[in-house]
């Protein structure tokens, strides 16, 4: 395996093997492998380069499973979390190791796409733990484009329903970001 950000693969560190966590962890291997495999290929371009990166992610997740408390989010986050930092110091190594052909803006565009994608993800996670009638105001709203008054309609509910549930889903997506370890 490729050095990483200056850290060099070995084998697994802490507790010994546990047989629950380590089915947790190829259970989330097979489900979120080929999402992070993707997020990978988009910011480092290359197939090679994004299964080191998940194999990586996966390594680190498997060392700092001590770590993870589902009270702040759900695996899916976490595993997305420590790709994005993964990422981030790969692209920083191979930005260090390029002879400056490319401008500057060209090695901080792979940071900027990581963490728009992150953004992206950490904000689907909070909408979907909203109660139904919070997501679809917030969806119609924000994601669809619509108005207060179009909402209400489709709805059926009064304009200042719509408007007081929008105050609320938008109190309960603070917290469900914060909760997740969104900084503002």
């Known amino acids: 395996m490729t050095d990483l950000g200056g850290s060099t693969p070995s084998a697994p560190t802490g507790p010994p093997l546990d047989p629950a966590g380590e089915e947790v962890i190829h259970d989330a291997f097979i489900a979120h492998r080929a999402e992070l495999r993707g997020l990978a ?3 480092l371009g290359s197939d090679h380069l994004a299964e080191e990166a998940v194999q990586e992610t996966f390594v680190r997740a498997w060392r ?17 979390s420590i790709e994005r930092n993964l990422l981030i110091d790969m692209a920083r190594t191979r930005a260090r190791e390029e002879i400056t052909a490319a ?6 565009a792979a940071d ?15 909408v979907l733990r909203l ?5 679809a105001v917030i969806v119609e709203l ?6 207060s008054r179009e909402v209400a309609s489709q709805l059926a509910i009064p304009e200042g329903t719509v408007r007081s549930r929008l105050f ?14 969104w900084r503002e």
């Open 41 to 43: 290929r988009r910011a």
């Open 131 to 135: 109660t139904p009638a919070h997501r």
């Open 142 to 147: 924000y994601f669809r484009g619509r108005t």
């Open 168 to 181: 609320y889903a938008l109190k309960a997506l603070k917290v469900n970001l914060e909760t997740a370890g």
């Open 64 to 80: 700092a499973r001590e770590r993870f408390d589902s009270s702040r989010g759900s695996l899916r986050t976490w595993l997305f």
């Open 112 to 126: 900027e796409d990581i963490e728009a994608a992150l953004v992206c993800w950490q904000v689907e996670e909070a």
């Open 103 to 108: 401008p500057r803006s060209t090695a901080g």
